[in-house]
């Protein structure tokens, strides 16, 4: 599984971006889907997670409320839309994806990872 992630920028504290993540292979809807950040000089921590089959989904309490995940298996697409961003909200977001049942936080139980999108918040 390759994973590509997209939609990062620079946006000021309040507003909203929808990041994406594009997958490749035909067994998309069999992995749960995972988004993590990491911040300058910080470790890399959960943001939110889904399953394969969108019904479910877990989210990290910084987040929560401000954050949907979702994943389109038709496109092979997770996304992270984002809201009320705050300045403590920048950092590198990563997708990640393994072949699970349930859904997973730990970083290190994900086989797969994108190369990272930069969000900044400007407060």
């Not at 910080?42 to 990290?60: H, L, P």
Request: charged residues 15%; proline residues 2%; positive net charge.
């Amino acid at each position: 599984v390759q994973l590509q992630a997209s939609g990062g920028g620079l946006v000021q504290a309040g507003g909203s971006l929808r990041l994406s993540c594009a997958a490749s292979g035909r067994t998309f809807s069999t992995y749960v889907m995972g988004w993590f950040r990491q911040a300058p000089g910080k470790e890399r921590e959960f943001v939110a997670a889904i399953r394969g089959s969108g019904d479910s989904t877990f989210y990290a309490g910084s987040v929560k409320g401000r954050s949907t995940i979702s994943r389109d298996n038709a496109k092979n697409t997770v996304y992270l839309q984002m809201n009320s961003l705050k300045p403590e909200d920048t950092a590198v977001y990563y997708c990640a994806a393994v072949l699970r049942q349930f859904i997973v936080v730990t970083a290190t139980l994900y086989d797969y990872w994108g190369q990272g999108t930069l969000v900044t918040v400007s407060g």
